[in-house]
């Protein structure tokens, strides 16, 4: 199958309430242009001079997610170009990309990552930490971001019942967080869940935006960096 064949077929999997973030880390920017000419505009990637170099290269009217760990120091690249960080796990980092949209002239939008899976390997934060972070005075001082819901990475597993009570207590941390510290704030709204492998599953259980990537642009190859 082509790409415009995988991502339709992908789309017709996703109701229109869905946001679908076509991950395309690694990817040539030639793919990434079929997938445009295709129709789609939200792109996700997890490198901050890759996500830099592309939206230098690609039309403007695309939305770039970063989806990966993000090191302050490298905030600066992505700045100007990136439409919303899904992968901040510290106020640390908030106060960072604070700094930085405010140089740029401009708002970020910011999920907060958590931690859902039963491995450790994946990054997030937890319930205390979230928060620390959301109590601490400094949060609302920072003017240049706006924290628009939270973001959880299931267990790698074919245990679809392990990831739906994953995706199940990713839905109920967002539900905490709306009626504890966002009831007055419309823009915290979104909750994003669920990647190739399980994204229907996320769907039954509330995300509003999908992160996609080999089922649209196929594996991927980690050869070169
Ligand atoms: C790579 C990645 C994805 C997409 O993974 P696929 O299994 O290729 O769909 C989604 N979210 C994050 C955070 C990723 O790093």
């Not at 295709?38 to 290269?57: D, I, Y």
């Not at 039309?59 to 302050?72: R, S």
Request: glycine share 4%.
């Amino acid at each position: 199958m082509t790409i415009q064949e995988r991502l339709e077929a992908v789309r017709a999997q996703i109701p229109p309430h869905v946001q679908l973030v076509a991950v395309s880390k690694t990817m040539p920017e030639a793919d990434l242009m079929v997938a445009y000419e295709a129709g789609q505009r939200v792109f996700g990637e997890n490198k901050a001079q890759e996500l830099s170099r592309k939206s230098e290269n690609l039309p403007a009217d695309i939305q770039w997610h970063f989806i990966g760990h993000l090191q302050t120091n490298k905030v600066k690249y992505i700045a100007s170009s990136v439409r919303m960080i899904e992968s901040v796990d510290s106020l640390k980092l908030l106060k960072e990309i604070d700094k930085q949209a405010a140089k740029s002239d401009r708002k970020i939008d910011c999920l907060l990552q958590f931690h859902i899976a039963e491995e450790d390997t994946k990054f997030g934060l937890d319930r205390a930490e979230a928060t620390d972070l959301l109590t601490d005075p400094t949060f609302k001082t920072l003017q240049n971001i706006r924290v628009c819901g939270v973001m959880g990475m299931a267990t790698f597993t074919d245990d679809a019942v392990q990831i739906r009570r994953e995706f199940r207590f990713l839905k109920a941390i967002f539900d905490w967080l709306k009626n504890d510290y966002f009831s007055n704030d419309a823009s915290f709204k979104e909750i994003s869940m669920g990647m190739s492998g399980d994204f229907p599953i996320a769907i039954e259980e509330g995300a509003t935006i999908v992160r996609v990537g080999s089922l649209i642009f196929g594996e991927r190859h980690y050869n070169k960096s």
